[in-house]
């Protein structure tokens, strides 16, 4: 089954207006990070949150945290057409285990 | 921050031939990395966990004799591809972690895209 999956899909948006991702997950986690890909590249690494964190920021980005929900979410404000990628979350299963990617967000950020 | 190199970017290759993508971390040691294979517009799926000095451990379902790994020093891995066919063609990206735990951060190639004629 699938450790972490986002939602939505796919997001289109203005530059300027904020963007939400989120990500679920199924099993208890040491921590959750998020990566960004543009289309034919590598992945680039975003943030990473603990699970004794609830909320993280780094520039634009503000990510959050729910335990209890196993839940994150992703939120990117005041968004640029250069924002534009695939970005993905990961997981971890236990500690020291191998990171599980999510299925992905396609964010498209119209200029 | 830590810098992968992947090589080639893409590669184009007749069914039954053999393709080498190599994988090298340019700023630090790499006792670990990790191989995937991404189709479009989806996810990542690891094939294999290559370890300095020692077997590559495979995930269920990969074939260790189609996708050898070798990683003969702390600053380089790579994936053969031996016997190329079209449904190979693929993205295949390679990631390392700085500081060897599988679950920290990590640092990506930029990919190799290869395409089976």
């Known amino acids: 089954s699938q450790q972490g999956e986002e939602d939505p899909q796919a997001l289109s948006i203005q530059e300027g207006e904020n963007a939400t991702m989120n990500c679920s997950y199924k099993?208890?986690?040491?921590?959750l990070q998020w990566y960004r890909q543009n289309s034919g590249r590598g992945l680039v690494h975003l943030i990473l949150i603990r699970s004794n964190e609830r909320e993280k920021h780094s520039g634009r980005l503000r990510v959050t945290l729910d335990t209890s929900k196993k839940s994150s979410s992703l939120l990117i404000t005041a968004s640029r057409a250069a924002d534009t990628a695939s970005y993905f979350c990961?997981?971890?299963?236990?500690?020291?285990?191998?990171?599980?990617f999510g299925e992905g967000t396609q964010l498209t950020v119209n200029p | 921050g830590a810098v992968v190199s992947q090589h080639p970017s893409w590669v184009i290759c007749k069914s039954g031939t053999s393709v080498k993508i190599e994988c090298r971390s340019l700023?630090?040691?790499?006792?670990?990395m990790f191989w995937y294979r991404q189709f479009p517009k989806q996810s990542l799926m690891l094939m294999a966990t290559s370890n300095e000095g020692s077997k590559a451990t495979y995930e269920q379902g990969v074939e260790k004799d189609k996708f050898l790994i070798n990683h003969a020093s702390l600053t380089l891995s790579t994936l053969t591809v031996t016997s190329a066919h079209p449904e190979d063609s693929s993205f295949y990206i390679c990631?390392?972690?700085?500081?060897?735990?599988?679950?920290?951060?990590?640092?990506f190639g930029s990919g190799t895209q290869l395409s089976v004629l």
């Open positions: 700023d630090f040691q790499a006792t670990t």
């Open positions: 990961a997981t971890d299963r236990a500690s020291g285990s191998r990171l599980t």
């Open positions: 099993t208890s986690i040491n921590n």
């Open positions: 990631s390392a972690p700085r500081t060897g735990r599988f679950n920290e951060k990590l640092f």
